[in-house]
């Protein structure tokens, strides 16, 4: 019973998600000028900021890796903490009954919080090794 209102619920959201998604691209009065030149002007910044990363590293291939590493960085934050409340449904709730879930939801967990600190620590050390390893 558990199972099935966990997974309607985050069925709910998604499409919730979606729906206001497809809401806001469908009218296009709701963005004014202002915040259309807004976005435009974020999504320059970030085009030009791959070029910031290659002036900075002095090489188009370490700004590229830096950049990408960059976004892995951003990027791996939300995606470990959801990984991390997939674990804990697995240990804590289904976990109860099943003591197989109970140790997958542990090692998910486990592997999660390792991909979180291997995500976040990788770009310092690329830095690093960039600029104090290469003479």
Not at 29 to 55: H, L, M, P, R, W
Not at 101 to 125: D, K, N, S, W, Y
């Amino acid at each position: 019973m558990k199972k099935t209102i966990i997974i309607m619920i985050i069925i709910l959201i998604i499409m919730g998600i979606f729906g206001l998604s497809n809401t806001v691209q469908a009218d296009e009065g709701i963005i004014d000028e202002q915040t259309q030149s807004k976005i435009v002007e974020i999504k320059e910044n970030a085009a030009n900021s791959i070029e910031d990363y290659k002036a900075k590293y002095g090489s188009d291939v370490y700004g590229t890796v830096a950049y990408i590493l960059n976004i892995v960085r951003i990027y791996s934050i939300p995606i470990c903490f959801l990984g991390m409340a997939i674990g804990a449904i697995h240990q804590y709730m289904i976990g109860v009954r099943k003591l197989d879930t109970l140790e997958r939801g542990l090692a998910f967990i486990v592997t999660c919080v390792t991909i979180l600190i291997i995500c976040q620590i990788l770009p310092l050390a690329f830095a690093v090794f960039v600029k104090f390893g290469r003479g």
